[in-house]
């Protein structure tokens, strides 16, 4: 296995694994991805590297599995203020779990939390990641 391009920032796009994604959406009805590419995209309503997420108006009840270099702390801080700001009712964040992070204490930990047990194995990858997984949800209080 290389472990290079897996601790290294290189690659920092990992396909959600399609049964986790049927888990999600089957609990929370998503309506928007938020940082998808054409051919991995997990809504009808979704926005690409060109489209710019971060920059567009989030609404509905969003998926985000963002890019995991450095400008992941960029994604979850634009989760966390499009719920608190009122333009999406819930962002669902599939992140790799640092939580020794400054983006992790920032905001992560405003969210309910739920640690995937093992490690995921992202499309595409015949082996499973080499880091763990949690997913961070931000949702309107009622």
Not at 71 to 77: L, N, Q, R, S, V
Not at 88 to 107: F, G, M, Q
Request: hydrophobic share 35%.
């Amino acid at each position: 296995m290389n472990t290079e391009l897996h601790f290294s920032s290189a690659k920092c796009e990992w396909e959600t694994p399609q049964d986790l994604f049927d888990r999600l959406n089957a609990e929370h009805g998503f309506t928007l991805d938020v940082c998808a590419l054409p051919e991995n995209a997990k809504c009808d309503r979704y926005f690409t590297p060109s489209d710019n997420g971060l920059e567009k108006d989030w609404s509905g009840v969003c998926w985000m599995n963002p890019p995991y270099g450095r400008g992941i702390k960029h994604w979850i801080e634009k989760a966390y203020k499009s719920v608190i700001s009122g333009e999406a009712e819930k962002v669902v964040c599939l992140v790799p779990a640092r939580t020794d992070t400054a983006w992790w204490h920032d905001y992560c930990i405003k969210g309910k939390i739920e640690f995937i047990r093992g490690r995921l194995k992202f499309g595409g990858h015949k082996n499973s990641a080499p880091f763990p997984s949690a997913i961070v949800v931000f949702e309107r209080a009622v």
